[in-house]
C-alpha cells in the first residue's frame, strides 16, 4: 500500500462541466481527471483493488447516466456531486457484513499502511497495520467513517465534505476531531488488548 494515487493533471476548466451534459469529449476530460481521485478514494477505504475498480465503475455509471440532470455549473461543484456518489457507493458497500468481513480479511494479508496516511488520522507517525485501522473504522458510526475518509483518504476540505454530506462547516469540524479522537481510543484499546493477551 505504498503506491501513491495522485492526479497530476491540471484541473478541467468550469465550462466543461455545463458542456459534458451533451458532449462526450468533455464528459471525457472530466472522467480523465476524476476517475483516479475517485479510485484512489475507493481503495483507501475498501482496500482491495479489484473491488474498488468495480465501485469507481459503478461511480461514473451513475455519473454519466445523470449528468444531464446536473445543474452544478464549476468544477467545485461536480467534485462534490461525484465525492457524494462514492460515498454513498461505498457506504452501500460496506454495509453488506460479508463485504466487510472478505475486506478485512484482505487487508490483514496486505500488511502495513504508509506512514503518512496513518499519522494525521492516529496521532502516530509509526507504522500501523491496515487490518487495525480497518477494523477500529468499522467501529464507527458511518457518518464517522465518511467525514474521516473523505478528509484523510479523498483529501477534501471541511467545506467540501460539509456540502458532500449536507452538514455545516462547524458541524463537520467537530465531527472531525471526536471521531478522531473517539478512533484513537479504539485503536489504544486494541493494542491494550493485544498487550493484556500476551501476558497471560
Not at 495522485?6 to 462526450?24: C, G, M, W, Y
Not at 473491488?51 to 461543484?77: C, L, M, P, T, Y
Not at 452501500?92 to 457484513?97: E, T
Not at 472478505?102 to 504508509?114: H, K, S
Amino acid at each position: 500500500m505504498n503506491q501513491r494515487f495522485t492526479n497530476e493533471q491540471i484541473e478541467p476548466r468550469d465550462d466543461l462541466v455545463k458542456s459534458a451534459r451533451t458532449d462526450r469529449e468533455a464528459f471525457g476530460a472530466l472522467f480523465d481527471y476524476f476517475y483516479p481521485l475517485v479510485f484512489a478514494y475507493c481503495v483507501r477505504r475498501l482496500v482491495v483493488r479489484a473491488v474498488a475498480e468495480d465501485v469507481a465503475s459503478e461511480v461514473f455509471f451513475k455519473v454519466a447516466r445523470e449528468i444531464r440532470n446536473f445543474r452544478g455549473q464549476s468544477i467545485e461543484e461536480f467534485r462534490r456531486w461525484v465525492f457524494r456518489i462514492s460515498t454513498n457507493e461505498i457506504n452501500a458497500h460496506l454495509r453488506h457484513s460479508k463485504s466487510r468481513r472478505e475486506l478485512l480479511e484482505a487487508a490483514v494479508l496486505m500488511g502495513r499502511i504508509n506512514a503518512e496516511i496513518i499519522a494525521p488520522i492516529t496521532g502516530n507517525a509509526s507504522m500501523l497495520d491496515w487490518s487495525d485501522l480497518y477494523g477500529a473504522l468499522e467501529q464507527l458510526s458511518v457518518r464517522e467513517q465518511s467525514i474521516i475518509s473523505l478528509r484523510f483518504f479523498g483529501n477534501l476540505q471541511h467545506h467540501q465534505i460539509a456540502t458532500i454530506l449536507n452538514l455545516k462547516e462547524g458541524a463537520i469540524r467537530v465531527a472531525l476531531c471526536r471521531s478522531l479522537d473517539r478512533l484513537r481510543q479504539i485503536l489504544k484499546d486494541r493494542r491494550d488488548g493485544l498487550n493484556e493477551n500476551l501476558y497471560q
